[in-house]
């Protein structure tokens, strides 16, 4: 099949779907993967605040009073803090598609 084909269709197919362009279907498409995105690093970071009983900040301010072996620590230190960068930039991305 060629390009040219393989566009008519895929917009044919796109808009039997319900969609008035191959815009409004990728838009959908990012917003729900963005969505399954920050579902998983809001799991992620709700894991650590149950493991630690606080959040983030509480756990930075008391780290060195907490008795898990120093490297759990920082690896769950190091892990909790990526999370929650990769979680502000999920939803920045999503705000700037609504």
């Given amino acids: 099949m060629l390009i040219a084909e393989k566009s ?5 197919a796109v808009q039997q779907m319900g969609y008035g362009s191959l815009e409004d279907f990728a838009l959908v498409q990012a917003k729900e993967k963005l969505l399954q995105e920050i579902s998983v690093c809001s799991r992620n970071i709700e894991h650590f605040e149950k493991k630690y009983v606080m959040d983030y900040a509480d756990f930075c301010k008391t780290f060195h009073r907490l008795n898990q072996p120093v490297f759990e620590k920082e690896e769950d230190s190091a892990e909790w803090n990526a999370e929650l960068k990769q979680l502000d930039v999920l939803q920045k991305r999503l705000t700037r598609l609504a």
Avoid: P
């Fill in 8 to 12: 008519l269709a895929l917009h044919e």
